[in-house]
């Protein structure tokens, strides 16, 4: 699985099977936590992947632990 990452924070905001899923999963759930935290600052998000195993329905704090961040993502090549 593909996910937008937040490194600095080390949260996932985003899961998806493609890019695209995931970043609108991904700007689904930053709205709704500006929502509920109107001082919130996000910082730089990246694409990233999910090792194998993720319990997808876990947070995006405990979802950081199977993010693959040594690994850059490229989902195609040029």
């Known amino acids: 699985m593909i996910c937008i990452i937040e490194p600095k924070e080390k949260t996932v905001w985003g899961v998806g099977k493609t890019t695209v899923e995931a970043w609108e999963?991904?700007?689904r759930q930053i709205e709704d936590f500006k929502m509920n935290n109107p001082d919130f600052k996000l910082s730089?998000?990246?694409v990233s992947k999910l090792r194998k195993g993720?319990?997808?329905e876990s947070g995006g704090l405990e979802l950081w632990a199977w993010v693959n961040y040594s690994e850059?993502?490229?989902e195609t090549l040029l």
């Open 44 to 46: 730089s998000l990246e």
């Open 72 to 74: 850059p993502y490229q």
């Open 25 to 27: 999963e991904a700007y």
């Open 54 to 56: 993720a319990k997808l």
